[in-house]
């Protein structure tokens, strides 16, 4: 099975259901820790979505040519799990 196929095989867990910015709760954590395993080491895992886990949602968002906005919305978190690792 090639890497690519191993990425189409994982499935992100539901939305939340909230945009993540400026809060916390176990979602934002959720997100964090996904973050931190796919390579973006200066977050710290602390469910609160301040301004590290922005500077890092950001950059994804432009790695993965997604709306630039700071924001974890049902696009940003979709591609969290499913984008390819580069």
């Not at 973050?35 to 922005?54: A, F, N, Q």
Request: proline fraction near 6%; glycine fraction near 8%.
């Amino acid at each position: 099975m090639t890497q690519q196929n191993v990425q189409e095989a994982v499935q992100a867990p539901p939305w939340p259901g909230r945009f993540l910015a400026l809060m916390k709760g176990d979602d934002v954590r959720t997100w964090q820790d996904k973050m931190l395993k796919r390579g973006w080491t200066s977050l710290v895992v602390d469910g609160i979505y301040g301004t590290r886990s922005e500077e890092v949602c950001v950059a994804f968002q432009r790695e993965k040519q997604l709306n630039v906005d700071g924001i974890v919305g049902p696009q940003t978190w979709e591609a969290t799990w499913k984008a390819p690792i580069t």
